[in-house]
């Protein structure tokens, strides 16, 4: 049997990094984990092939190869999976597709001939029985939240890491919050599930083995959900670090509440964690209570924020506008936030009712939903009347996003995340790559693109304050660009 995969393609996203890819000689930003690890459920004697669309595009000799189309999409590619379904149908082929967009509702098909809703572990032996057989049927739907024993190990023999910016691994699934605008209680449960250490590390040993060196994402809705099988968790990681002598890099996301545990930090930082993205949302403490996010409000969040920096690891912020709560000072606010706590990369989002959210079914009960989500919470619409004036809420949402990624503004966030920031645990390695992409950088943002002087200053403060922090600074500076873009076209 021939099983096509093919991942849909990712707009420009804040999370795409499509203008950061090209400093560093890079197709993508990460691989396809989902439909890698359902190629690691299917039988070996299957012959499957990969083709991620943000990676190369789909040949028709791909399409007549395959027996079965498999993908899988977020909402904000459903654009790129309706192509691959009516290329699929015009080759004659059927297409069997997961993944977050799929919530099981007819109307939510997009033209996909066999859905699977929810993960695919317990499912898998039917829906590969039905496939042998001929006989599937439309709609699959996991039973339950499955146990991760039985995630297999993702097919990296598919994808080239080369290709990537950075790999993605996952140890849990699932997250014992219950915040209002969020999906994933309902898409992986309230309950953490954890892969054994000794599957988690047969990850590591995976990527370690095809060679990748380079920067690792664990995909976990909340790394640290569980403290105590988290605790023990990175304490067989930094044992493999020992062992492998691996000089892979991780980042994770993870809740605000971390900043209280020192010792989570302090072995998450020795375990070779340089980033996580934390769900930081706004410094409004009535927005935080109306959408049930109790976990910031039990401490001040810009300490948080210095804490964790201070343990050596960089904060990634996400953070929303358009709650009912919030103010016509709400925009202000945010960015004297991030700016004094220095988020460099702050994912600044306006709220989005996404189906299956506690918010959506309020808003819909009120009469305030206006259509789908369109899966993208950096983009500049909204599917429901909010309480701020939607052209005010919409003006002032592009204008916070353009100033927090004005260079000069910009530059001075990093700085001050540089001056907070003690760098602990492994060193980030340079690659080869790091020389070019530092070549470009200069001929781009120092000569091509307004914002030259400032980045030029910036550089020449960096080399002479803190030398050994210029690689830090310069990646940063180009995830910065990437922001920029898509900020402008907002
Ligand atoms: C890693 C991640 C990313 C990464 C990488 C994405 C990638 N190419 O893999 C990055 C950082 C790029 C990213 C970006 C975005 N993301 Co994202 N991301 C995730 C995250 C944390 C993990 C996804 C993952 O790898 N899971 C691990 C794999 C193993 O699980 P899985 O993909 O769900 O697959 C399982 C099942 O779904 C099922 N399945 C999936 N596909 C298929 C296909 C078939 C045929 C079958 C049988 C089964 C099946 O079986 C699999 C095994 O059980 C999820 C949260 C989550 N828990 O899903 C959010 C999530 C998918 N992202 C989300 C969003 C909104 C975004 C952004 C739009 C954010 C933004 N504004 O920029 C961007 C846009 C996309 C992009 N590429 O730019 C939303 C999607 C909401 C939705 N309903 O569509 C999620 C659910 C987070 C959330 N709750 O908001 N994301
Ligand atoms: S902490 Fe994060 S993953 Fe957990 S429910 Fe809240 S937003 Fe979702």
């Not at 920031?421 to 690659?431: E, L, Q, V």
Request: proline share 6%; hydrophobic share 45%.
């Amino acid at each position: 049997m021939n099983i096509l995969l093919v991942e849909p393609r990712t707009p420009d996203t804040f999370w795409s990094m499509r203008h950061a890819l090209r400093f560093v000689g890079k197709r993508a930003a990460y691989p396809p984990l989902g439909l890698l690890t359902v190629a690691g459920l299917l039988p070996r004697a299957w012959h499957c092939r990969l083709v991620d669309l943000n990676v190369r595009p789909l040949g028709d000799r791909d399409l007549q190869w395959a027996d079965y189309v498999l993908t899988s999409a977020m909402l904000v590619q459903t654009a790129s999976l309706a192509e691959i379904v009516a290329r699929s149908h015009r080759a004659g082929k059927a297409v069997i597709a997961g993944g977050p967009a799929f919530t099981g509702d007819a109307a939510d098909r997009f033209g996909v001939d066999h859905v699977v809703v929810g993960e695919a572990e317990e499912l898998a032996p039917a829906l590969i029985g039905d496939m042998a057989a001929g006989a599937l049927q439309p709609l699959y739907r996991s039973p339950r939240f499955p146990d991760l024993a039985l995630t297999p190990l993702p097919r990296w023999d598919l994808v080239n890491p080369r290709d990537y910016a950075s790999m993605s691994v996952q140890w849990c699934r699932g997250c014992p919050f219950d915040c209002e605008f969020c999906d994933i209680a309902a898409l992986n449960g309230r309950v953490p599930r954890h892969k054994s250490n000794a599957q988690f590390l047969a990850e590591l040993d995976a990527l370690h083995a095809r060679g990748w060196r380079g920067m690792t994402f664990v995909v976990d809705d909340n790394f640290v959900g569980n403290r105590p099988r988290c605790r023990d968790l990175l304490r067989a990681v930094i044992q493999w670090r020992r062992r492998s002598g691996s000089r892979m890099v991780l980042m994770t996301e993870a809740s605000v509440d971390i900043a209280n545990d020192p010792e989570m930090l302090q072995l998450m930082a020795e375990a070779g964690f340089k980033k996580v993205f934390l769900g930081i949302e706004t410094p409004s403490i009535e927005s935080l209570r109306e959408c049930r996010k109790h976990q910031n409000l039990r401490s001040d969040l810009a300490t948080a924020v210095r804490t964790i920096q201070a343990a050596g690891i960089e904060v990634i912020g996400g953070f929303i506008v358009g709650f009912d709560n919030d103010q016509p000072d709400i925009f202000e606010r945010q960015f004297e936030f991030i700016q004094k706590t220095g988020v460099a990369t702050a994912m600044v989002g306006l709220l989005q009712a996404v189906p299956r959210t506690r918010l959506y079914q309020r808003l819909a009960g009120e009469g305030r939903l206006r259509g789908d989500s369109t899966g993208d919470n950096t983009s500049a619409g909204l599917n429901f009347e909010p309480r701020l004036d939607t052209d005010f809420l919409l003006r002032n949402y592009r204008q916070l996003m353009q100033r927090l990624y004005e260079p000069r503004t910009y530059y001075r966030r990093i700085q001050t995340f540089l001056a907070a920031h003690r760098p602990r645990g492994p060193r980030i390695p340079y690659a080869r790559g790091d020389v070019a992409a530092l070549v470009r950088s200069l001929w781009l943002m120092g000569v091509v693109h307004s914002g030259r002087r400032a980045y030029w200053s910036f550089l020449t403060r960096t080399l002479l304050r803190q030398p050994s922090r210029l690689g830090v600074a310069v990646t940063l500076a180009i995830t910065g660009f990437h922001f920029r873009q898509v900020s402008a076209a907002l």
